[in-house]
């Protein structure tokens, strides 16, 4: 089963394959901003992956073409809403400031 761990938030949880970044920061309370609803139309969803990229699906032409107006972009970069969970091994990432939803703002 695969683990997602949410390095900024302090989070560490068991996710199901062919979930989304999205998808498991949202079922477990994890603040994640998705201003498009998850459909690769903004990057409010961006997230820094530190380890397990070779657990995630392969990055697609559109979400590269959208990663490129990220603030704080880098080659971990990915959508959160584009990256699926593919493997069983750990998934680490961050959620960079601006793109965390601070909750009760």
Known sequence: MPKVTFKSEGVSVEAQKGESILDVALAHGVPLDH??????????????????????SEIGEDEEDRLDMADGLTLKSRLG????????????????????NIQGD
């Open 81 to 100: 809403c584009q990256a699926t969970l593919l493997g069983d091994g750990e998934v680490v990432v961050n959620i960079p400031d601006s793109t965390r």
């Open 35 to 56: 201003n498009c609803g998850g459909f690769c139309a903004c990057t409010t969803c961006h997230v820094i992956v530190e380890q397990g990229m070779d657990q995630l």
